[in-house]
């Protein structure tokens, strides 16, 4: 047996507390708590009071003000925490506390609550561009959003487009990616940007656009954004006006702010069903290579696969550091001008410094240990994948190295690959 506690409320339907019910108050209330309680609501369909007062559906004028009956299960090492307010919140009623013997308590990880629409999530009023904007001006805008693709909107504001980063790059002549320009300097960027200026966005733009109502639910908006292989999503409403955007950022911190704490649920003997851990989502085709790997070897590497990453390892396999294409530039800059066409995959690339500085040689003689980067965040395989997601929104990254309790390099985990497990376990 497991010792819990059953809280019953009887009050009625008109009790309030403060500008809500005193039920939707308690529900509110237990649900923000994120312990293991469960709650009941059930309405009478007839009653007295004490203070005189009889309710009954027989009569329409009786049955403005029927019974209602709140039971809350809770283990009993929780009681006192949902009783410290719950008391003051019953305006009209009676509370009442008993003891209860539960055989099993079973639950289900749902990743985030079924309930939430699109509009409780989304980021509102999001920035866009017309399909006129130069894209100097909409690749601006991106550098300084938190997003990676901007909504084009027509003189009504509803979208008729996307533009990504990859549009920029693959049909707008966009020679590197927007986290590399970012370090870049001001006066490559204005010159890169100069060479945007002469096309517009509607020239590069994804259309048609993606899109999804504001008063959809949050799992179909999910669905539609891992089937369509997008990051973003563009919020309409029922005129097809633009009211948000949601991303994959906005969906994993719902995540956490809705998620409960599972392991505590597990020290309560709670068995909780569809639980995943991130050694069940880690991509393992990561490539290690020994710190005395040449760099150039490194940027081959680098080159030819789509994590952009590369982990150093020790001949245990214990992960050392990281290298990406950023760590590349900020290791040779400002001293070889030439890294720019070789990230950039510029023909001609390895060409002589202006000091007379072999670019080619130096890159041979550097070693993947000189360049990584060692101050990494990590996860262990057994983590739960909740923990994770709150450890890539508390440090602002995309991609986790994940190893295991020896230290040993296990691969790497995504923002894709969390929504994608995460969704699956709730679906």
Known sequence: MIPYKAIEIFTSEKARCGKKTVVDAVLQYVHELKIAARCIVTRGIAGCYESGELATGRLEILSFNMPVRIYIIVPAAETELILDKLDGMV????LALHDLNVLSHRTQNT????????????????????????????????LSSIFTGLPVVDEHNRPIGVITQGDLIRKGGLPLRLGLLEESGRRRRE?????????????VMTRPAVLIGQDRLLSEAVELMLSKGVKRLPVVDEKGRLTGILSRLD???????????WKAFKTQEIEVKQIKRVGDILRRDVHAVSPETSLSEVIQIIDHNDIQRV???????KLLG???????????????????????????????HEEG?????????????????TSLTKVQDDMLIEEAIGLMIDKGLKRLPVVDAGGRFQGLISRDSLLRTGFAGAA
Do not use: Y
């Open 357 to 373: 500085t072999d670019l080619q040689q130096q890159i041979r003689e550097t070693t993947a240990g000189e360049v990584m980067i």
């Open 251 to 261: 969906i994993f911190c719902t995540v956490m702010r809705e998620a409960p704490d």
């Open 191 to 203: 010159a890169l940007f100069n060479q945007l200026s002469t096309r517009r966005a509607v020239e």
């Open 111 to 142: 990743f985030f609550p079924r309930q939430l629409m699109v509009r409780d999530v989304m980021t509102s009023d999001p920035k866009t561009v017309g399909p006129d904007t130069p894209l100097d001006e909409a690749a601006g805008s991106l």
């Open 322 to 352: 990281l290298i990406s294409d950023r760590d590349l530039l900020r290791s040779f800059k400002p001293t070889h001008k030439g890294i720019w066409n070789l990230l950039s995959k510029v023909k001609g690339a390895f060409e002589q």
């Open 311 to 317: 982990a150093v390892v020790d001949a245990e396999d």
């Open 91 to 94: 305006s009209e009623g009676i």
